[in-house]
Structure formats: C-alpha cells, structure tokens
C-alpha cells in the first residue's frame, strides 16, 4: 500500500529521513521552502532590501537555490536578486554548464552576470593548469578555490550586492566541519561559519541559505520542479580525502539519520565558542594588487606569480 503523506492526503514520493516526514511532491517542495527560509532567518542572513548576488554554476545545488530564493525573495519586493557565475574556462565542462545557468535564469525572469578567469585574471583555469611550474605544481582545484572566490567577491562587490548567497548543502558543511577536524585546522571552523554581520572589512558577506537541506533534499526538490541541471563532474575533480568522508557520512547519516545535522550544529557550537576568544588578524593591503589580506602578497598574486614566473 502506498504511503500517505505526513502533511496531507497525498501519496508520499519522498521520505526525509532526518525529520522522519514522508512526503508528497508539493509537500516536498513547500517543506523544503520552509527549512531555507527558517535558516535565513535564525541567521538573519538577509534583510528587506538586499541587493543578493547569488553565485550559481548551473549544477543542483546553486539551482534549487536560485529557484527558492526566487520564490521567497518575491514576497520582499524591495530586495533584487542577480545570480552571477563565474566562468573558470574548463573545456567541455564549465561552457556546458553555463547554459544550464542560461537557461534558468532566463525561465526566472532573471539576468544572469557572467565573469571568466579570463577577463579578471587574465587566464582561463586550463591555461593556469598548463602552464604550472612542473616541480612541485599547484593543484588545478587549489588555483580554482582561490581565485574563484576572489572572483565571487570582486563581481559581486562591482555589482554593488549587499550579500553574497552560495550554494554549500548540509551534505558539503558536515563534510567540510570534519575534514577541518580531521586535520587538525580548527580555525577553519569559524571562518567557514561566520555569519553575515562578522564579515571582514573589505569583503561582500557570504551566506549559505540551503546549508540546512541536505543533497538528497537538494535532488528532489530539483525533481518536484522538473529544474533541468548540469550533472556532469569537472574533469579535473580529484578530492579523494572529501570523496572518504563524504562516503564515511553517507554511511552514518543511512544507518542513524540526523548524523549530517548533528555535525551542522556541533559546528555553529564551536564557531560560537572560537567568537568568545577572537584573535585578531592583522589586516593589510596586498603590496600588488591592494586586496584586503592578512599577508605582504595575497593568495591570488602569489598564485598567479608561480604560473607566470614572476
Ligand atoms: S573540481 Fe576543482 S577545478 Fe573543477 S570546478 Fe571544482 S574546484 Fe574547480
Ligand atoms: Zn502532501
Ligand atoms: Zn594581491
């Protein structure tokens, strides 16, 4: 016999297991709705006149983020959004997803800001990969990090955004909490989880809006509102250790479901914790490029001098 929905009289199609709801389509959709705005709440991540760049790659995640805010940002008519993808230059891989990206923010009304690797760097990320100095090279995933995240901050900072919303799922923050741990690299955890009104001088305030849904959420939300995605892995995608925790966690969330939000809040627990006994970081001006840094030389320039030589 079919399962009947926990919220009404329809048949379940999904069972969160965390929450022990089974559900039907709309229930799904709506529940999940309801968890993203309650965490944008309780981390008071927006306010009613927000300029919210939000940085989609045309995957699931970034997606079904855009698509809810979408939705919840419709009842504030005063905030904008303006979705933003950053164009690393990876052949046959990025270029593909950047039509999925297209075409949902086309089918939301929206206009989607496009920067490259190229135009702010001066190199797409296969050019970099090529041409790393061979002894000891920088992985393609390590350039990719940084200067995407510099990339997210300078495009949404041009674009005048008040904040910046990614699309990290409950899924990649327990896999990043423990990964922090399990190399002993505990100040991690506060960066990683800081909210809005902490950010550093000279940064767009990053917050994670669907950090509280997990991956499987993630998938059937896509699936109840037929969202088409960009589902195939990056060529260069070689993170063993995250690929070992994250099949450690998917085994200890099927066996004791709520494992995943267990850690999210172990996690807010020891950011709060490290907030009581801040150490202070000495900020300064990059001597090459004037980005905001706690060292002489940012990250980005002393990346793109190994590449170039210099
Ligand atoms: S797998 Fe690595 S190189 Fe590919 S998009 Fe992700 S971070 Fe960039
Ligand atoms: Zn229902
Ligand atoms: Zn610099």
């Known amino acids: 016999m079919a399962t009947q929905c926990s ?15 089974a559900l039907c389509d709309s229930c799904l959709a709506e529940t ?9 709440n ?13 940085a989609i790659s045309g995957g699931k995640d970034s997606s079904v983020l855009l698509h809810i805010l979408h939705r919840i940002e419709k009842k504030y008519p005063d905030s904008e959004i303006i979705p933003i993808t950053i164009d690393e230059g990876i052949m046959g891989y990025r270029d593909r997803a950047l039509e999925a990206a297209k075409k949902l923010t086309r089918s939301l009304d929206l206009t989607l800001e496009v920067r490259s690797f190229r135009e702010l760097f001066g190199h797409s990320l296969d ?3 090529k041409m790393r100095k061979s002894d000891k090279p920088i992985g393609a995933c390590s350039f990719c990090g940084v200067l995407r995240r510099r990339a997210i901050n300078s ?25 922090n741990m399990l190399r002993g690299d505990s100040r991690r955890i506060v960066r990683t989880s800081r909210p809005r009104e902490k950010a550093l001088r000279g940064f767009v305030p990053r917050v994670k809006p669907i950090m509280e849904i997990t991956e499987r959420d993630v998938v059937a939300y896509s699936h109840s509102q037929a969202l088409e995605y960009h589902d195939v892995p990056c060529p260069y ?38 907030e009581q006994t801040p150490v202070a970081t000495e900020l ?25 030589g210099n």
Do not use: W
């Open 155 to 179: 495009t949404a900072s041009e674009l005048e955004a008040d904040v910046v919303a990614t699309g990290h799922n409950m899924d990649d923050e327990a896999q990043t909490l423990l990964i």
């Open 237 to 274: 995608s070689v993170e063993a250790y995250r690929n070992d925790v994250k099949d450690f966690l998917n085994d200890m969330e099927h066996r004791r479901p709520g494992t995943l939000l267990a850690i999210l809040r172990s996690g807010e627990e020891i950011g709060k914790a490290f």
């Open 284 to 308: 300064r001006e990059c001597e090459q490029c004037g980005s905001v840094t706690p060292d002489r030389i940012c990250k980005v320039c002393s990346m793109l001098s190994d590449i170039s």
């Open 127 to 129: 050019d970099i990969v």
């Open 32 to 40: 999940t709705l309801q968890r993203v705005r309650r965490t944008i």
């Open 7 to 21: 919220k009404c009289d329809s048949k379940a199609v999904y069972l969160r297991r965390y929450t022990s709801e």
């Open 42 to 54: 309780k981390h008071k991540m927006f306010r009613e006149n927000d300029r919210i760049a939000v």
